[in-house]
């Protein structure tokens, strides 16, 4: 089963290490892992899309807590959660196939970030579905570079009643 | 106030109350040994090898429970200490490293002995720094000893570059710690443990399962008054020995793979397991699909990961041993009725039948070769009014010293559970007499074992280290040979060693007192001199090269099928020259 998990971690020089090395030491797997600062500089967001069974994703839950770096990790697939992940796809396009290229495009509101007489650039983003799918389609084409960011995660804000959704929103600070 | 660096680095210490540390220098930590050697309050024990300084450290650590300290140069000093760092990674052991860098600005540059101590020690460390500013350095050591000795202790580095150590900062020293992503539970959840006490009080055939962590927590007191207030067995762990007191009529001795007959077989026959502090270990599990298959499992454990990693757990609860037994003993307190060792009796009545159907034994001809296990009981005897601190290497004499010393105090123990390393007796005695200097601290070790770490014997003379190390001398790495017996049709590759060194020579070498046992009649005679000379020894003990360790699970079988003497197709050499390395080579020939 695939799992998305958060990490609220010190942005701090081998932090990353640390979570890369407790992976591969324990022979769990990293499907895709992102990584950057929040807010505050001094903390970084993580995202990492990994599987297993339920006793792996406990032991890998409980090794990341283990972690000193780590100041919090969710799993977030156990909520309801938006995903998003964006995608560099660069397409060698033959003349007869520019048209279909953009077309393509367009179906998936991709934009065109990069052009040349032989190539497309397309960057997409959306959940993981999306970006696969528009892979498929371009694939015909002849793909000739695919960058991907890995997949990125948002638990959903719960929804309240009404009257307390009415109330006037704390300030955050 | 403005200190250097290496000023820092040593107030820091002494606020720790670190008293001695094991060091060997090297040139990006001159500084600093420079600046301890003006010092008085913290005693240097120079070590040959830093794999040595490591061990002692780790020797220290266990037998005081304080973190144990050594520091040590950049690069090839570095990778000398890791083989001890990830020995106290895997048995928990409290040890603050400190190393030495190349200077910051060269750091990355393949500079004279630069070596990557972060990377190189990341996956044996609880947790590793390197500092890059001279005001973090009072801080950092603050932590590194925090972390080490709270939670679930272990091993932590701290790099510190030649630079580091001699610019002058702001000495400041933090009287406290808090660090966001590291808060231990101690306290066990309340609910849970009243679970336990319900489970406890239905069961039928329970059996307390003890490890390291209750040394850790000092729980020996709560898992003694559980133990005898409920009249449960305690089955320890390798780790756990001097936990609980082995000649105490509720001991069933060592389980696991060369554990004693009565402790594997009441594991998995109970109906309720009580782990605390200890990991379900492949050496104690056996074949995971059949352990304990009618037990309930409570587990009791500050580390998280070490609860339903290997087996499942029915009533897992995570905090310190210490004070989550005592809490559960004060439920029991209020709630215990009737007799419990009437209530037990049917238990114990079986218990009492598997003791006496299988105890441990051995054969001792009063004529013949010293048996490993005859050496090892009578140093016991012989010692025990004593309460010596034990200390063993790797191999069949660790099982047999496991098995016949039956130590009654907690910290008394030292010995390489996880990692199994070899080299590890001796200097790890080394350290636990620089603690306890009036203390008689033995080290049973192996002629294998020991080779690795001889050099330390220098180290023992120089700073007056009066350990008394027993050489169990099969001239076989015979952990290997009784594997080849048993699983490769007696085929002893490579576990032959041929010519031992003379370890009594080997002692005089260095200027210490060498001691040869080689006579069955002569033994008590034998270890009564070791005991009587001053200084350390080394005690060569030429023993029956072929005597295998029992009973034994072989590895991925069941707990209750034990081996429990050697097959009866097993052709065994009958060794006949008492001492002689010479016999040696003809065993084998006919073996
Ligand atoms: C550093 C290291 N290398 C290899 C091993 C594998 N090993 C386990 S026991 C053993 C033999 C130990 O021989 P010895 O110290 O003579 O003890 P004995 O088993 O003969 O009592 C070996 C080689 C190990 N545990 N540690």
Same mark, same amino acid.
């Given at each position: 089963m695939e799992h998305i998990l958060s990490l609220t971690l010190e942005n701090k020089f081998g932090a990353l290490s640390r979570v890369a090395g407790l992976f591969s030491g324990r022979g769990f797997n990293i499907e895709s892992l992102s990584v950057a600062p929040t807010l505050d500089p001094s903390v970084s967001m993580m995202t990492i899309v990994t599987n297993g069974d339920e006793r792996i994703i406990e032991q890998i839950m409980k090794q990341l807590n283990k972690v000193i770096d780590i100041i919090k990790v969710v799993d977030i697939s156990e909520c309801d959660f938006v995903e998003r992940e964006t995608a560099l796809i660069k397409v060698h396009t033959r003349p007869e196939d520019r048209a279909e290229a953009l077309r393509i495009a367009d179906i998936f509101r991709a934009n065109v970030v990069d052009s040349s007489p032989t190539s497309y650039t397309i960057e997409v983003t959306g959940d993981v579905r999306k970006v696969q799918a528009i892979i498929n389609l371009l694939q015909p084409l002849g793909i000739k570079e695919l960058v991907r960011t890995g997949r990125i995660a948002m638990g959903r804000e719960p929804i309240r009643p009404a009257q307390a959704q009415s109330r006037p929103l704390a300030k955050a600070n | 106030m403005q200190l250097t660096g290496s000023e820092i680095f040593v107030e820091a210490l002494k606020r720790e109350g670190v008293d001695t540390i094991f060091a060997l220098p090297g040139g990006v930590v001159l500084k600093i040994f420079d600046v301890l050697h003006q010092q008085k309050d913290i005693r240097v024990i120079l070590t040959r090898h830093e794999q040595g300084a490591g061990h002692m450290a780790e020797g220290y650590a266990k037998a005081t429970g304080k973190a144990g300290v050594c520091l040590i140069t950049s690069g090839p000093g570095m990778t000398n200490v890791i083989t001890a760092l990830a020995d106290a990674y895997m048995d928990s052991v409290p040890v603050v490293a400190f190393s030495g860098q190349v200077p910051t600005a060269l750091i990355g540059n393949d500079a004279f002995q630069e070596a990557d101590n972060i990377g190189l020690s990341r996956p044996c460390t609880k947790y590793n720094f390197l500092v890059k500013d001279v005001k973090d350095l009072a801080q950092t050591i603050k932590e590194a000893f925090y972390i080490a000795t709270t939670g679930r202790p272990g091993p932590v580095l701290v790099d510190i570059p030649k630079d580091i150590s001699m610019e002058?900062? +702001?000495?400041?020293?933090? /009287?406290?710690?808090?660090?966001?992503?590291?808060?231990?539970?101690?306290?066990?959840?309340?609910?849970?443990?009243?679970?336990?006490?319900?489970?406890?009080?239905? /069961?039928?055939?329970?059996?307390?399962?003890?490890?390291?962590?209750?040394?850790?927590?000092?729980? /020996?007191?709560?898992?003694?008054?559980?133990?005898?207030?409920?009249?449960?067995?305690?089955?320890?762990?390798?780790?756990?020995?001097?936990?609980?007191?082995?000649?105490?009529?509720?001991?069933?001795?060592?389980?696991?793979?060369?554990?004693?007959?009565?402790?594997?077989? @009441?594991?998995?026959?109970?109906?309720?397991?009580?782990?605390?502090?200890?990991?379900?270990?492949?050496?104690?599990?056996?074949?995971?699909?059949?352990?304990?298959?009618?037990?309930?499992?409570?587990?009791?454990?500050?580390?998280?990961?070490?609860?339903?990693?290997?087996?499942?757990?029915?009533?897992?609860?995570?905090?310190?041993?210490?004070?989550?037994?005592?809490?559960?003993?004060?439920?029991?307190? @209020?709630?215990?009725?009737?007799?419990?060792?009437?209530?037990?009796?049917?238990?114990?009545?079986?218990?009492?039948?598997?003791?006496?159907?299988?105890?441990?034994?051995? +054969?001792?001809?009063?004529?013949?070769?010293?048996?490993?296990?005859?050496?090892?009981?009578?140093?016991?005897?012989?010692?025990?009014?004593?309460?010596?601190?034990?200390?063993?290497?790797?191999?069949?004499?660790?099982?047999?010293?496991?098995?016949?010393?039956?130590?009654?105090?907690?910290?008394?123990?030292?010995?390489?559970?996880?990692?199994?390393?070899?080299?590890?007796?001796?200097?790890?005695?080394?350290?636990?007499?620089?603690?306890?200097?009036?203390?008689?601290?033995?080290?049973?070790?192996?002629?294998? /074992?020991?080779?690795?770490?001889?050099?330390?014997?220098?180290?023992?003379?120089?700073?007056?280290?009066?350990?008394?190390?027993?050489?169990?001398?099969n001239r076989f790495h015979g952990m290997v040979r009784q594997w080849q017996d048993l699983f490769y049709e007696g085929r002893y590759a490579s576990s032959y060693l041929g010519q031992t060194p003379d370890f009594v020579k080997l002692a005089e070498a260095y200027g210490a007192a060498g001691v040869r046992i080689a006579d069955v009649g002569q033994v008590d005679d034998g270890i009564r001199e070791v005991l009587s000379i001053k200084g350390p020894v080394f005690a060569d003990v030429p023993v029956y090269q072929f005597e295998n360790c029992y009973p034994m699970i072989p590895a991925g079988g069941a707990n209750h099928e034990m081996l429990l003497g050697d097959p009866p197709d097993l052709k065994k050499p009958k060794g006949t020259h008492p001492t002689g390395v010479q016999a040696d080579s003809d065993t084998i020939l006919t073996a």
């Open positions: - | 002058k900062g +702001e000495f400041h020293y933090p /009287s406290s710690v808090s660090i966001r992503g590291y808060n231990p539970t101690y306290d066990g959840s309340r609910w849970k443990i009243k679970q336990a006490a319900d489970a406890i009080l239905k /069961s039928k055939r329970p059996i307390l399962y003890i490890g390291g962590g209750v040394l850790f927590s000092e729980a /020996s007191a709560e898992v003694k008054e559980l133990a005898e207030m409920t009249h449960i067995p305690v089955d320890m762990t390798l780790m756990a020995l001097g936990g609980f007191p082995g000649n105490h009529p509720l001991s069933l001795g060592m389980l696991g793979m060369h554990g004693t007959y009565v402790a594997n077989m @009441a594991m998995h026959y109970s109906d309720l397991v009580i782990a605390v502090g200890a990991r379900f270990d492949d050496r104690v599990t056996g074949k995971v699909s059949e352990f304990c298959p009618k037990a309930k499992v409570i587990h009791v454990d500050i580390d998280p990961t070490s609860i339903r990693k290997n087996i499942h757990v029915d009533i897992p609860i995570v905090g310190d041993c210490k004070r989550v037994l005592s809490e559960l003993n004060n439920i029991l307190r @209020a709630t215990v009725n009737g007799d419990q060792k009437e209530q037990r009796k049917p238990w114990w009545d079986q218990l009492n039948a598997w003791k006496h159907e299988h105890p441990l034994a051995y +054969e001792q001809d009063p004529k013949g070769q010293i048996k490993p296990q005859y050496l090892i009981d009578r140093l016991y005897h012989l010692t025990s009014d004593r309460d010596p601190i034990v200390s063993t290497d790797v191999g069949q004499h660790q099982m047999w010293a496991a098995q016949y010393f039956k130590l009654k105090n907690p910290r008394t123990w030292l010995t390489s559970g996880g990692l199994g390393t070899m080299g590890f007796g001796f200097p790890a005695a080394m350290g636990a007499q620089a603690a306890f200097p009036d203390r008689l601290v033995l080290c049973i070790a192996g002629d294998g /074992s020991i080779q690795m770490n001889t050099q330390e014997l220098a180290t023992a003379v120089v700073e007056k280290l009066p350990v008394k190390v027993f050489v169990i001398n």
